[in-house]
């Protein structure tokens, strides 16, 4: 069955403390993986979309990359302000619909 | 700039009765996914619409349907309403289907009593 899977499921940081995100696929025919930030009660915003293994994209404190069977989110120097809930998704075959993991809390202390 | 509107914000319901969730994509947006979120779950895929049309279904009860209507805003409707139904609906905008941004509205959350 395809997948989308990510860990750790909870992620707390000191302030400045670098750390990486994981999301592992196993659909077949991907055609982008994406990561959206989601603060409580809030819907999901669009971060990053990657869609072929060794490309990687930059925003901020943010590094996201891709191989072929999984993406890592890379956290440089994270602020408080990083606290929120990141979610991996991802687009496939024929359909144009996003399958999201179960995403990963993030809480970053001062 | 505008955003996807969702609304109401909040509804509370009682087991049986009905809903409608109302989603207004961002201007020029013709394509609207509608999602649902448990608590502590992941946004599920329900339905998708592209020019008014259905254009992808996902694990969408029979007791709800949807539909996107000529303004391209689109409609969540839920009948025989049950305690599992207590989530977090958003509803997603896009230019076209195969867009990579997909913009989520604040989603609405219903409880079912």
């Known amino acids: 069955e395809d997948q989308v899977t990510q860990s750790p499921e909870a992620l707390r940081l000191q302030e400045g403390e670098s750390s990486s995100l994981n999301c592992s696929y196993t659909?077949?025919?991907?055609?982008?993986l994406f990561w959206y930030r989601q603060d409580p009660g809030k819907g999901p915003e669009f971060l990053f979309t990657?869609?072929?293994a060794g490309e990687e994209k930059e925003k901020e404190r943010l590094k996201a990359t891709l191989t072929k069977k999984e993406s890592f989110l890379h956290i440089t120097a994270p602020k408080p302000e990083d606290s929120a809930t990141y979610l991996c998704?991802?687009?496939?075959?024929?359909?144009?619909?996003?399958?999201f993991g179960t995403g990963t809390r993030l809480q970053v202390f001062p | 700039a505008a955003g996807v509107i969702q609304s109401p914000r909040h509804l509370i319901k009682e087991k049986r009765e009905t809903a409608t969730l109302k989603c207004y994509p961002i201007p020029r947006h013709d394509t609207v996914y509608w999602y649902q979120q448990g608590p502590g779950q992941d946004p599920q895929f329900l339905i998708s619409f592209y020019e008014k049309m259905q254009s992808d279904k996902g694990s969408i009860p029979d007791r709800f349907s949807a539909q996107q209507f000529s303004d391209y805003h689109s409609e969540l409707n839920m009948s025989s309403l049950e305690l599992g139904d207590s989530a977090l609906y958003f509803c997603?905008?896009?230019?076209?289907?195969?867009?990579?941004?997909?913009?989520f509205g604040s989603g609405t959350q219903l409880s079912v009593l």
């Open positions: 659909v077949s025919g991907l055609r982008g």
């Open positions: 990657l869609y072929s």
């Open positions: 997603a905008s896009s230019n076209g289907q195969l867009n990579e941004k997909l913009f």
């Open positions: 998704a991802v687009r496939w075959g024929n359909t144009d619909k996003l399958i």
